[in-house]
């Protein structure tokens, strides 16, 4: 059995994962015959890390030793800084026919989904949630159905339920440890 390391998918044979696409196994290199060309000249040193021997230049003049003496600073007159003459009053005229609004909306536009939630990754359905009980990734925002059917009865502090804001499970009296939101308890 293959397990994808992204999307934790099992399945028997492929080489990429069938949920999420992550290539699985990676290429084996080809073994290829290689043979030295006879007319190609052979390198006459022993290694890399054989010692070469070198002789300075006499006629060389080693700049990167000596220091670099002191200059004065000269400024050069026709050197052009960047800087421009004053601009005066420049009438500047609006573009006639220049759209500055947004387009008209046309039709209804498209609806939040509503119902049950299907994970991007691991394509488990489920009712409501932020995170996909199978797979631990979050959820897409979704819509919900109605408002009564959120609420929850409030329970005893320190009691499970769960999440008013992302239905995780949770303790009453408590904050949420997937969203932080504190979760109400009965008084």
């Known amino acids: ?23 699985l196994v990676a290429a084996a290199p080809v073994a290829v015959a290689v043979a030295t060309l006879p007319e190609l000249e052979q390198t006459q040193l022993a290694g890399g890390r ?11 003049e080693l700049t ?22 004053k601009v005066g009053n420049v009438a500047a005229a609006p573009v006639q026919d220049m759209d500055t609004g947004r387009a008209d909306a046309i039709g209804a536009k498209t609806a939040a989904p509503v119902g049950p939630i299907v994970c991007r990754y691991c394509r488990n359905v489920q009712e409501t949630g932020a995170v996909c009980d199978r797979c631990g990734m979050r959820l897409p925002k979704v819509k919900l159905a109605s408002p009564e059917a959120n609420a929850a009865p409030k329970v005893a502090a320190g009691e499970r ?15 949420c440890v997937t969203c932080g939101t504190l979760v109400p308890a009965a008084e």
């Open 1 to 23: 059995m293959i397990i994808c390391p992204v999307c934790e998918h099992q399945q028997a044979q492929g080489i990429e994962c069938e949920v999420c696409g992550k290539k």
């Open 50 to 60: 054989a010692p070469v021997p070198v002789a300075s230049i006499p006629d060389l």
């Open 64 to 85: 990167r030793r000596d220091a670099v003496p002191n200059v004065a600073v000269q400024a050069v007159p026709e050197l052009d800084t960047g800087r421009s003459a």
């Open 161 to 175: 339920t769960k999440c008013p804001k992302c239905n995780s499970p949770a303790h009453a009296g408590r904050a």
